[in-house]
């Protein structure tokens, strides 16, 4: 027995050596079974909680043309959370299964989504800089070995630039607009900006599932690489903005050709993902209140279709 | 545990004269919902004209490790290819 798993891992190294795609049913390591689990339903849960912030704004865009784009955005975020589970459950967990360990706190979603989105300047940053820093990782995962969460991640790439270009329009129009505007940009910048570098993920020295996810393919670049690269493409466009990166440490390095960065506060970072950010208790009472008020629609909705199949083939 | 809604899988068609194709999974308690499901999942850009569900348990898949018997005969007859066959270059639409 313990020779034919041997065989069986041998042959799926090579197949990731050869860059080839692990499907559900091909035989995989059971911490490769795992680990997607882990990582595709805290993606998938990042999607729905996500949902939460901008939920919030829909009834108070300040005009039809945004509170229709926000609608939009929502909805792709839903859809992109039911791609992932859809992918999640092709590594045998259930649905329900993975809803329960959201609501027991057992599984984790982005800590991003337990800062308070209390400005309408906030709706563009967090198209900006989330949706932006979220884009950077799921490029990268367009290519990651396993097959279903690749594909979803093809879906959501797609679907996710307009996520992006809306929020910077709105900084744009907000940037343009009155000296109050302006400072309400900037504000949102100043709140959203450090906790949108905590995104990518502790440093690597302390990530712990960094090296293993490198090896299997899941992940194609590391924390730091990703992080370095967003405030390299974001830099400049806070200047288009006029607004100004809140870093005094911000600096362009000839040397290196990449911008340095100010050291981020890793204890807020741990705080926040320990349960203790602004809204952590505010966004799961409210995805648990959603669950638990809509189980009676689903069990009518099931026993309704029971119902309907049993009066069939009875006539 | 409370019992699941079923999973379906979904097919679309993203214009006429195309085969249907696999995009994905979904949820629902009957074919028209997971229909009307499939249509607000997979279709927001306007990426289908025709969607086919199909309950999941109703598929068979081959199996990965059962593939050397099923896909290995075909792999050493190349003569089965246009490009096997050794032809003059004057030869034209052929």
């Given at each position: 027995?313990?020779?034919?798993?041997?065989?069986?891992?041998?042959?799926?190294?090579?197949?990731?050596?050869?860059?080839?795609?692990?499907?559900?049913?091909?035989?995989?390591?059971?911490?490769?079974?795992?680990?997607?689990?882990?990582?595709?339903?805290?993606?998938?849960?990042?999607?729905?909680?996500?949902?939460?912030?901008?939920?919030?704004?829909?009834?108070?865009?300040?005009?039809?043309?945004?509170?229709?784009?926000?609608?939009?955005?929502?909805?792709?975020?839903?859809?992109?959370?039911?791609?992932?589970?859809?992918?999640?459950?092709?590594?045998?967990?259930?649905?329900?299964?993975?809803?329960?360990?959201?609501?027991?706190?057992?599984?984790?979603?982005?800590?991003?989504?337990?800062?308070?989105?209390?400005?309408?300047?906030?709706?563009?940053?967090?198209?900006?800089?989330?949706?932006?820093?979220?884009?950077?990782?799921?490029?990268?995962?367009?290519r990651t070995s396993f097959g279903p969460y690749a594909r979803?991640?093809?879906?959501?790439?797609?679907?996710?630039?307009?996520?992006?270009?809306?929020?910077?329009?709105?900084?744009?129009?907000?940037?343009?607009?009155?000296?109050?505007?302006?400072?309400?940009?900037?504000?949102?910048?100043?709140?959203?900006?450090?906790?949108?570098?905590?995104?990518?993920?502790?440093?690597?020295?302390?990530?712990?599932?960094?090296?293993?996810?490198?090896?299997?393919?899941?992940?194609?670049?590391?924390?730091?690489?990703?992080?370095?690269?967003?405030?390299?493409?974001?830099?400049?466009?806070?200047?288009?903005?006029?607004?100004?990166?809140?870093?005094?440490?911000?600096?362009?390095?000839?040397?290196?050709?990449?911008?340095?960065?100010?050291?981020?506060?890793?204890?807020?970072?741990?705080?926040?993902?320990?349960?203790?950010?602004?809204?952590?208790?505010?966004?799961?009472?409210?995805?648990?209140?959603?669950?638990?008020?809509?189980?009676?629609?689903?069990?009518?909705?099931?026993?309704?279709?029971?119902?309907?199949?049993?009066?069939?083939?009875?006539? | 545990?409370?019992?699941?809604?079923?999973?379906?899988?979904?097919?679309?068609?993203?214009?006429?004269?195309?085969?249907?194709?696999?995009?994905?999974?979904?949820?629902?308690?009957?074919?028209?919902?997971?229909?009307?499901?499939?249509?607000?999942?997979?279709?927001?850009?306007?990426?289908?004209?025709?969607?086919?569900?199909?309950?999941?348990?109703?598929?068979?898949?081959?199996?990965?490790?059962?593939?050397?018997?099923l896909f290995e005969p075909a792999v050493d007859k190349i003569?089965?290819?246009p490009t096997f066959y050794d032809l003059p270059d004057e030869?034209?639409?052929?």
């Amino acid at each position: 027995m313990e020779l034919i798993n041997i065989n069986f891992e041998k042959g799926f190294e090579a197949k990731i050596a050869a860059g080839q795609s692990i499907e559900p049913k091909d035989w995989m390591p059971e911490k490769y079974r795992k680990t997607h689990i882990r990582q595709i339903s805290q993606h998938a849960h990042s999607e729905i909680v996500g949902m939460l912030p901008e939920g919030n704004w829909i009834t108070r865009a300040p005009s039809l043309k945004r509170k229709v784009t926000l609608l939009a955005k929502v909805q792709d975020e839903a859809g992109h959370g039911l791609y992932l589970y859809s992918a999640a459950e092709t590594l045998g967990i259930t649905r329900d299964e993975l809803y329960e360990q959201l609501h027991s706190g057992k599984a984790k979603y982005s800590s991003i989504f337990n800062y308070p989105a209390v400005t309408w300047a906030d709706m563009g940053t967090v198209g900006w800089l989330v949706d932006g820093a979220a884009i950077m990782n799921q490029v990268m995962l367009t290519r990651t070995s396993f097959g279903p969460y690749a594909r979803a991640m093809v879906k959501i790439c797609k679907e996710e630039s307009f996520h992006q270009r809306q929020g910077f329009e709105i900084m744009l129009t907000l940037c343009k607009g009155t000296e109050v505007q302006k400072r309400m940009a900037q504000d949102a910048l100043n709140r959203w900006w450090w906790p949108s570098l905590m995104m990518f993920g502790p440093r690597d020295e302390e990530s712990t599932h960094t090296e293993q996810a490198i090896k299997w393919k899941i992940k194609l670049k590391t924390n730091d690489e990703l992080r370095q690269q967003f405030v390299d493409q974001t830099v400049p466009q806070a200047e288009i903005l006029g607004l100004t990166i809140p870093d005094t440490d911000l600096k362009w390095n000839e040397n290196r050709g990449h911008y340095d960065f100010g050291k981020i506060n890793w204890e807020e970072f741990w705080q926040v993902v320990a349960g203790n950010g602004p809204c952590n208790k505010e966004r799961l009472e409210a995805r648990k209140n959603a669950w638990n008020n809509g189980e009676w629609v689903r069990e009518a909705a099931l026993a309704y279709a029971e119902k309907q199949v049993e009066l069939k083939e009875a006539v | 545990m409370k019992k699941e809604w079923p999973v379906w899988e979904v097919f679309i068609r993203s214009k006429a004269g195309l085969d249907h194709r696999h995009v994905g999974s979904i949820h629902a308690t009957d074919a028209r919902m997971a229909i009307e499901n499939a249509r607000d999942v997979y279709t927001r850009r306007q990426e289908g004209v025709s969607i086919w569900v199909i309950p999941s348990k109703g598929i068979t898949a081959s199996d990965p490790s059962e593939s050397g018997e099923l896909f290995e005969p075909a792999v050493d007859k190349i003569y089965r290819h246009p490009t096997f066959y050794d032809l003059p270059d004057e030869l034209t639409h052929m």
